[in-house]
């Protein structure tokens, strides 16, 4: 997790807003109820007098997320991956979207919208959306002038899924291949314990490691991991002062409470648990779990380690504004906080030039999230 994941919790939409004055530019669309449902499927009209479902009739093959450019007209399905009533400083509702499909999400704003349009379906869903897409703030968003709920058995699941078997089957051998190197005992048979936990790994193979930001997909937190316990390999072995089997260990430890942080039921979102909890905390239980199955009168795990292994855990995002009970206080706390940060963001950035809509071939649009443009090459 870098800084900017752990300044957001849950619906953050840094850098994508679209700003309130905007929404008194009004969108309208004919307004369309099922007669037989009473579902909303448009924006609102003024006045509100008689609704007519939406009948889809387009037949051109659907345009990926990261294949829209400025401009475009836009009639296809999206899954819902947000969904938000807000409020302008004029008093008037407008709906805030995310809207998702395999290549990944890009923002939907409805204005004047009827709280029954939203109403009318719920996140996970798969909707039809008519509308036109423009740049805002750098950031290619669909201004939304008509909606509706689509059955799943409508769309091709081909269009939507984001986890990959296959990178995720290569991914997982290669960090049992890195745990199997641990040569100190105590930390291997811990490393072991967890190996041993089929029901964990298997939820590590397909958790993500954050709603939005970096690595925010299905199979993201083990990509993030293993990346990170590459790291780390590298950082041991060049350092003789950092313990490269305890920052090896330490680097699969640091985000895996985000498997209980985050629920990919449907669409990513925070559980209670996460919310009242968090990651960190939920790792330090899921550590103190582990070290009391192997910790036993015969061959007790060391307390030092355990120590040491919680600190790796509670100090790894660097800084007490950025969610660390505890600053880095050993070489490898140190190591970890700032190869995290690092392939953080990375991922981030890249996200970034390859969402950009920017006509020029060298540099992506300013981004205000980041504070500035970014070279494409």
């Given at each position: 997790m870098d800084r900017t994941d752990a300044k957001a919790n849950g619906s953050s939409d840094q850098g994508f807003q679209t700003l309130d004055h905007h929404a008194q530019v009004c969108q309208i669309a004919v307004a369309t109820e099922s007669p037989q449902s009473n579902r909303i499927f448009g924006a609102r009209h003024a006045p509100l007098r008689q609704w007519n479902r939406l009948t889809v009739t387009s037949t051109a093959p659907r345009i990926a997320i990261n294949q829209l450019a400025d401009g475009q007209t836009v009639a296809q399905a999206f899954r819902v991956a947000d969904k938000q009533i807000r409020v302008n400083r004029q008093g008037g509702k407008y709906l805030f979207l995310r809207l998702a499909d395999r290549t990944g999400k890009i923002v939907g704003m409805m204005w004047n919208v009827d709280e029954r349009v939203a109403d009318s379906f719920d996140r996970a869903d798969y909707i039809h959306t008519e509308g036109r897409t423009q740049v805002h703030n750098g950031a290619l968003q669909v201004i939304v002038t008509q909606l509706e709920r689509m059955d799943p058995s409508e769309v091709d699941p081909a269009d939507f899924e984001q986890f990959d078997a296959e990178q995720s089957q290569r991914l997982?051998?290669?960090?049992?291949?890195?745990?199997?190197?641990?040569?100190?005992?105590?930390?291997?048979?811990?490393?072991?314990?967890?190996?041993?936990?089929?029901?964990?790994?298997?939820?590590?193979?397909?958790?993500?490691?954050?709603?939005?930001?970096?690595?925010?997909?299905?199979?993201?937190?083990?990509?993030?991991?293993?990346?990170?316990?590459?790291?780390?390999?590298?950082?041991?072995?060049?350092?003789?002062?950092?313990?490269?089997?305890?920052?090896?260990?330490?680097?699969?430890?640091?985000?895996?409470?985000?498997?209980?942080?985050?629920?990919?039921?449907?669409?990513?979102?925070?559980?209670?648990?996460?919310?009242?909890?968090?990651?960190?905390?939920?790792?330090?239980?899921?550590?103190?779990?582990?070290?009391?199955?192997?910790?036993?009168?015969?061959?007790?795990?060391?307390?030092?380690?355990?120590?040491?292994?919680?600190?790796?855990?509670?100090?790894?995002?660097?800084?007490?504004?950025?969610?660390s009970p505890r600053l880095p206080s050993t070489m490898e706390a140190v190591a970890l906080h700032h190869i995290d940060n690092l392939d953080a963001k990375i991922s981030s950035f890249a996200s970034v030039i390859e969402q950009d809509v920017s006509a020029d071939p060298h540099w992506t649009n300013y981004n205000p999230s980041i504070g500035r443009k970014l070279w494409k090459k």
């Open positions: 997982m051998a290669r960090l049992t291949e890195q745990l199997g190197s641990i040569e100190d005992p105590q930390l291997s048979r811990l490393a072991q314990c967890y190996l041993n936990d089929g029901d964990l790994m298997n939820q590590l193979a397909s958790a993500a490691a954050a709603v939005v930001h970096h690595h925010a997909f299905p199979g993201g937190l083990l990509r993030h991991t293993v990346d990170l316990m590459e790291l780390a390999d590298f950082v041991g072995k060049r350092y003789e002062s950092i313990d490269r089997d305890l920052l090896l260990l330490g680097a699969f430890l640091h985000d895996l409470g985000k498997m209980h942080e985050l629920s990919s039921d449907g669409e990513l979102s925070y559980t209670d648990r996460g919310q009242m909890v968090g990651h960190i905390v939920i790792g330090i239980q899921m550590l103190g779990d582990k070290i009391q199955q192997i910790d036993t009168p015969e061959t007790p795990f060391p307390v030092d380690l355990r120590y040491q292994l919680e600190h790796l855990i509670v100090s790894h995002h660097g800084e007490f504004e950025y969610g």
